[in-house]
Nanobody
Framework: QVQLVEFGGGLVQAGDSLRLSCAAS????????MGWFRQAPGKEREFVAA????????RYVDSVKGRFTINRDNAKNTVYLQMNSLKPEDTAVYYC?????????????????WGQGTQVTVSS
């Protein structure tokens, strides 16, 4: 089993920044994709960003391109989501997820492990 724990959510104002972290522990995996998803009240879970094992490939949803950056530190089994220029529409519970294969996916049903989520609230 793999456990994922997110850190870093909070209440901020529009235009502020936040950095989310997600630490993986448990079963050792040789390579895996890490992703961030978010879910606002009454909405489906939405892909935000994902990163390959090497960090050389990243994918973002269009609404966060240029504002959010995903990166990872494999020595620490940790993935980060730097969120800048936050907007009220970024308000959601943010989840990190792990996909134990090498191909990036934007589909939540293709990720096997999930964190508990961390709330991000952006006030206008």
């Amino acid at each position: 089993q793999v456990q994922l724990v997110e850190f870093g959510g909070g209440l901020v104002q529009a235009g502020d920044s936040l950095r989310l972290s997600c630490a993986a522990s448990g079963r050792t995996l040789s390579s895996y994709i890490m992703g961030w998803f978010r879910q606002a009240p009454g909405k489906e879970r939405e892909f935000v960003a994902a990163i390959s094992w090497s960090g050389g490939t990243t994918r973002y949803v269009d609404s966060v391109k240029g504002r959010f950056t995903i990166n990872r530190d494999n020595a620490k089994n940790t993935v980060y989501l730097q969120m800048n220029s936050l907007k009220p529409e970024d308000t959601a519970v943010y989840y990190c997820a792990l996909r134990p294969v090498v191909i990036i996916s934007r589909r939540p049903d293709e990720y096997d492990y999930w964190g508990q989520g961390t709330q991000v609230t952006v006030s206008s």
